[in-house]
């Protein structure tokens, strides 16, 4: 038996890919009966996007890590926290799986880390498909959406969101029994 999915490849990257990202992602997500949708948004403009049309899901809005670029500051702006919030999203601020400690350790002495070999094992696929996998062991891991249970992860390549995967999440700390299920899009360079 197969099935025929549709992958629809852009051929740029970036902001630009957003709102189709978002509609082919809630197309699916209709198709399949999936609930769970997360997505990397570090200012909140795809966020702000995704829970306008994501409201009766349970949307998870990773957000990053508090301190990334200054110390006790995020990057979320103030207005799109409150209209993900009002809208049902959850946001949350986390580590990210692929960096932590092993990118300490890579900065202080040098040696790239396990960590860092498979983020840049997945970028050879796109930085989305990559930040897409990455994102939903956090989601399990921060409790917001189950492990085992199908979920959309949206994620991009640096402002918006151009790649969308359809998965079945783990913690993080059972990242390899992942399984992705379908990349619904991606660039098709970058």
Same mark, same amino acid.
């Given at each position: 038996m197969s099935q025929r999915v549709e992958t629809v490849y852009f051929e740029g990257k970036g902001k630009e890919y957003t709102e189709e990202t978002l509609l082919l992602a809630k197309k699916r997500a209709d198709e399949l009966g999936i609930k769970n949708i997360v997505i990397a948004s570090y200012t909140g403009y795809a966020g702000v996007l995704a829970s306008e049309?994501?409201?009766?899901?349970?949307?998870?809005?990773?957000?990053?890590?508090?301190?990334?670029?200054?110390?006790?500051?995020?990057?979320?702006? %103030?207005?799109?926290?409150?209209? !993900?919030?009002? $809208?049902?999203?959850?946001? #949350?601020?986390?580590?990210?799986?692929?960096?932590?400690?092993?990118?300490?350790?890579?900065?202080?002495?040098?040696?790239i880390q396990i960590d860092e070999i498979i983020a840049y094992t997945l970028r050879t696929f796109s930085q989305g498909v990559k930040v897409t996998l990455e994102i939903s062991c956090m989601a399990c891991d921060a409790g917001l959406i189950r492990?085992?249970?199908?979920?959309?992860?949206?994620?991009?390549?640096?402002?918006?969101? %151009?790649?969308?995967?359809?998965? !079945?999440?783990? $913690?993080?700390?059972?990242? #390899?029994?992942?399984?992705?299920?379908?990349?619904?899009?991606?660039?098709?360079?970058g």
């Open positions: 049309m994501f409201k009766d899901y349970n949307l998870v809005v990773s957000a990053g890590m508090v301190g990334f670029t200054e110390p006790n500051v995020h990057r979320m702006q %103030d207005e799109n926290k409150k209209k !993900i919030e009002a $809208n049902g999203g959850k946001i #949350f601020y986390h580590l990210h799986s692929f960096g932590g400690l092993g990118r300490a350790v890579k900065q202080k002495f040098g040696p492990s085992e249970v199908p979920c959309i992860a949206i994620a991009g390549s640096g402002g918006g969101a %151009d790649t969308a995967v359809v998965l !079945i999440p783990q $913690n993080t700390h059972r990242f #390899f029994d992942t399984k992705v299920l379908e990349i619904l899009c991606k660039p098709r360079i």
